[in-house]
């Protein structure tokens, strides 16, 4: 059966587009509660308002754009409850993440795994923070590839994608890189050097932690500076 041609190229096109846009927010040039008019948007990107429109429903199913009735779209404002939820959440998932790395993870893996951390470590706190936060995926990838649980993986991602303007805050609060490197360190020997389930999910639990206590921070002051 011969595939449509246009399905082919619509799709790539559709993610291209919110890629850009999810960086463009996590970059702060659309701010909390800022409205995203779709022809603005056209503009900017060179696309179509269909393919604007999938964009805005595929942002808004991650939960980082909100639609407002008779508003439109704008840029979500994540409230203190969200991210007392979302951070605790994540800190169970990460916490079985680790747990199932330790337990599940190849040789190949384990040391890619500790391949990053040195290169974590060695980087980390010199590299702007769009790079840190690549850095960062590249090793919550492979743990989640350790893992080996669909399953957890999608859940994951997903609050990822809704804290991921406050992740990119929080590496630039004072020290919380340094601190970071640490956390991971301690994750890193005890899922990948020790292959210790139960200290890896500690592990896993307390960098995710210290990461919401961060978090408390950058949301009041992304709030602060977001528009309407």
């Not at 399905?7 to 559709?14: D, F, G, S, T, V």
């Not at 702060?28 to 060179?46: A, H, N, Q, S, Y």
């Not at 009735?69 to 409230?79: C, D, K, Q, S």
């Not at 669909?150 to 809704?162: K, P």
């Amino acid at each position: 059966m011969t595939q449509n041609p246009f399905l082919q190229l619509a799709a790539p096109l559709r993610q291209q587009t919110a890629d850009l846009l999810r960086a463009a927010i996590v970059a702060m040039e659309f701010k909390p509660g800022e409205r995203l008019i779709e022809t603005r948007l056209c503009e900017r990107f060179d696309v179509s308002r269909t393919v604007v429109r999938e964009v805005l429903r595929q942002l808004e199913a991650e939960g980082i754009v909100e639609m407002i009735p008779r508003r439109g779209p704008r840029v979500a404002i994540l409230t203190e409850k969200d991210i007392r939820d979302l951070y605790e959440l994540r800190g169970v998932l990460e916490g079985l993440i680790g747990q199932l790395f330790a337990i599940r993870a190849s040789a190949a893996q384990c040391a890619e795994v500790i391949g990053l951390t040195e290169q974590i470590g060695s980087s980390l706190e010199h590299l702007p923070v769009s790079e840190r936060t690549q850095l960062k995926d590249r090793y919550y990838h492979v743990l989640l590839a350790g893992a080996d649980n669909e399953a957890v993986e999608r859940a994951l991602r997903a609050i990822h994608s809704r804290t991921e303007l406050l992740r990119a805050y929080t590496l630039n609060l004072p020290g919380r890189a340094l601190r970071s490197i640490e956390e991971i360190k301690v994750i890193s020997e005890a899922a990948a050097v020790r292959r210790d389930p139960v200290a890896a999910r500690a592990a896993c639990e307390k960098h995710v932690q210290a990461a919401y206590e961060a978090a408390k921070d950058g949301f009041h002051v992304l709030n602060q500076i977001g528009g309407d």
